[in-house]
């Protein structure tokens, strides 16, 4: 570790940020998702925070949770692509930390675009940008999370923000999990479920008519729906290779979760790679029959492991272009490190020996015993998103931290991703008007989702069918306050791109 390293973190934690990270309290074999800390008692719930919350007069349907930007270096500019961070915000603890759903924000934390989840016990996870028909997209899984797996289904918008697919699993079995909804080139989706069946458990000390959550992975046809590829855990991987103790699980309420699959990624040659977080493996899963490849970690590890290659609990396997391939390594609950961390590994096929190519640890270091990511750019930089902690992180090629984006305390998100999104929504701009305290007015205007969006113009009149320019203003954020000396009494807002075009208008409204 080089001098300057030290001297950035320290400075980092002395400084208040990273050292308002809380302490984890863990749960030995936990494997579901909850808060990062113990849950007060009703009563002693804090109330909200508005410093943590957005509220907008255009928009007051919108209060998603304010994210935080901090530099390791704040003379020096951030790097300024890719331009959005896309979050599935989960509250856990009431509405003080805002809304639920789906957020786009910009690098410098602002609101780009938030969808607030219909339900409260609906909840968005894996919010990213792919691509489907050769056009970018957004992709989410959406449903209910009882204990560490989810029932729900996989959706797709396009760039207006319209819902364009829906993706589910097939074969009789119910509901898709929450930790996978991967697009390939082929417009399949890759997908996974948790099946629980019966099964004898005594050979890991459970009943003899235990039931067991048989991790089931799919390839969907999106269009149609059709199951292209099936393949069942239990056979291929034996019960005996998990790491969870059967200690309360193995009841058909609550089955043995002995796999826990929680990543789905497409190898060079078509195969598949697929993280377990309860076996501490990697498998590489053969798309021709289903059958293992070789397996990276666990008890049944075909690899010779370097020293630092050991992982726990993982999330996140992909194979990088170098091929390499990254992981998240929670090394939590129960832990079996003092930090979690971003790992890229050297894989050797041929001598079948791993070896750590790379690292990224943040300055407080962070441990997550569950959830989290790691998205490698093309340039070398890196992201982590550090899962039930409320961290994104930002890394140079070198593994240095460059940047956190904080979200409030009791917000999740599932996974983090960088990427530059062009959103062009089909509704109309919003606005509000308030009297000014000087003179005039105080119009405000957004467009939720409108990335192209530069300046903003003012109309107004005495009819709403008659209206004229009035001042056209810089974009100041998501919503923009603008002073106007008009009286109106309509007022309306029109979007300008970069080349003073008219993007959208809003409808006429009376002012106040």
């Given at each position: ?291 293992l490849r070789w397996t990276l970690g666990g ?15 993982q999330h996140d396997a992909r194979r990088q ?52 990511n790691l998205q490698l750019l093309d340039d ?133």
């Amino acid at each position: 570790m080089s001098e300057t390293r030290v001297s950035r973190r320290r400075f980092f934690t002395g400084a208040g940020v990273a050292g308002t990270v809380a302490a984890v309290p863990l749960i030995s074999g936990y494997v579901g998702y909850r808060i990062p800390q113990t849950k007060p008692e009703p009563e002693v719930l804090p109330p909200p925070k508005a410093e943590e919350v957005h509220t907008f007069y255009s928009r007051p349907d919108l209060r998603p949770p304010k994210i935080k930007m901090s530099d390791a270096d704040p003379d020096t500019a951030p790097q300024p692509s890719p331009r959005h961070l896309f979050l599935g915000v989960k509250d856990y603890q009431g509405e003080g930390a805002g809304q639920a759903g789906m957020l786009i924000v910009n690098r410098r934390g602002e609101p780009v675009w938030f969808a607030v989840s219909d339900r409260d016990d609906r909840k968005p996870m894996d919010f990213r940008m792919q691509t489907y028909r050769g056009r970018p997209v957004l992709t989410t899984w959406q449903g209910a999370a009882p204990i560490g797996f989810g029932k729900g289904k996989c959706l797709v918008f396009d760039q207006s923000y319209r819902q364009i697919a829906e993706v589910n699993t097939g074969g009789g079995v119910a509901d898709a999990d929450l930790h996978e909804f991967l697009i390939t080139d082929r417009d399949t989706a890759l997908i996974m479920a948790y099946d629980p069946v019966q099964r004898d458990l005594s050979s890991v000390g459970g009943a003899s008519d235990g039931w067991v959550s048989d991790g089931v992975i799919q390839e969907i046809d999106i269009e149609t729906g059709e199951v292209l590829f099936d393949w069942r855990s239990l056979d291929h991987v034996d019960l005996t290779e998990s790491q969870l103790p059967v200690e309360g699980q193995g009841t058909k309420d609550h089955p043995y979760d002995y796999i826990h699959l929680n990543s789905i990624g497409l190898d060079d040659d078509g195969d598949l790679l697929v993280s377990a977080r309860n076996t501490w493996a990697i498998y590489k899963i053969a798309k021709s029959d289903g059958s293992l490849r070789w397996t990276l970690g666990g008890k049944n590890t075909d690899f010779r492991l370097g020293k630092g290659v050991e992982f726990a609990w993982q999330h996140d396997a992909r194979r990088q272009p170098d091929g390499t391939l990254s992981l998240f390594d929670n090394a939590s609950s129960p832990p079996q490190a003092n930090r979690s961390r971003g790992l890229v590994l050297e894989l050797d096929e041929d001598a079948m020996t791993a070896t750590v190519d790379r690292e990224y640890v943040h300055p407080a270091g962070l441990l997550c015993d569950n959830q989290g990511n790691l998205q490698l750019l093309d340039d070398g930089r890196a992201i982590v998103g550090w899962g039930c902690q409320p961290y994104t992180s930002e890394f140079d090629a070198d593994g240095e931290w460059l940047t956190d984006w904080r979200s409030p305390e009791f917000v999740q998100s599932y996974r983090a991703y960088l990427g530059d999104w062009v959103g062009r929504p089909d509704d109309k701009p919003a606005l509000a008007v308030r009297k000014n305290a000087a003179r005039g007015v105080l119009v405000y205007a957004s467009w939720n989702g409108a990335t192209e969006v530069r300046r903003w113009r003012v109309l107004a009149g005495q009819r709403a069918d008659d209206l004229s320019e009035e001042v056209t203003v810089p974009r100041g954020g998501f919503e923009t306050a603008i002073s106007c000396d008009a009286a109106g009494p309509f007022f309306a807002v029109a979007a300008l791109d970069k080349h003073g075009n008219e993007l959208g208008r809003s409808e006429p409204i009376r002012g106040r």
